[in-house]
């Protein structure tokens, strides 16, 4: 009878350990789930960052983009635009275009079309055809805002484009970014990038420009 209680015994104990050893691994594979699951959702977050930074550099990038611009014009200018007397460039020279408004600009060898003497500004404005804001666009001369008078206007006006360089453009109202009376440029050139011929193009100011050496 003893030695019955003795096997008993000893069975009881093997199965405590065994139990205890199964519980153990489970416990482990457990910890070894949720651990793999924390660095499977900390991979997810740190892409989703990524992504999101992605997207907006890629906003920031459309907000400067010039691909609706017209290159090419009619050659007709606002009403009241005066021709310089004396430009730097006169008018059926050569000069480099140093300036990268739009891809294939940059170190073109433009024709100088027409040069006059007025203030140009940098102008921030949101498209009417309700597409991104753009900021900082390169050029927009006096004669070309709407009721415009004699008096430049001082950086943080707010006013109305009348002038059509990109879609969206005309009616739109603007807040003036900077300002500078200079000698502004219509030329004609050849991109550098595609071979297309630009005619008329407006505008380039004079420090945008250099000497065909």
């Not at 940098?122 to 666009?137: F, K």
């Amino acid at each position: 009878m003893q030695s019955r209680k003795i096997v008993i015994g000893i069975i009881t104990i093997f199965t405590v350990l065994i139990l205890s050893a199964c519980t153990g691994a489970n416990e482990e594979e457990n910890t070894e789930t949720e651990s793999g699951t924390e660095e499977n959702m900390d991979m997810k977050s740190n892409n989703n960052e990524m992504d999101m930074e992605e997207s907006d550099t890629n906003e920031d990038m459309e907000g400067m983009d010039h691909s609706g611009m017209n290159h090419s014009s009619t050659g007709e200018v606002p009403e009241g635009l005066q021709k310089s007397d004396n430009p730097t460039y006169e008018v059926g020279s050569q000069a480099i275009i140093e300036s990268d408004h739009m891809p294939g600009m940059k170190g073109a060898e433009a024709t100088i079309v027409g040069a006059y003497d007025t203030t140009v500004y940098t102008v921030s404005y949101t498209p009417t055809t309700s597409g991104e804001p753009v900021e900082n666009h390169k050029w927009v001369i006096h004669e070309e805002i709407e009721g415009a008078g004699e008096e430049p206007f001082e950086p943080g006006t707010e006013v109305t484009l009348n002038t059509d360089h990109m879609e969206g453009m005309n009616g739109a109202d603007a807040v003036i970014d900077s300002a500078e009376e200079t000698t502004v440029y219509m030329v004609d050139f050849v991109t550098t990038d595609t071979g297309d011929e630009v005619k008329n193009h407006k505008w380039v100011t004079e420090s945008e420009l250099s000497s065909v050496e």
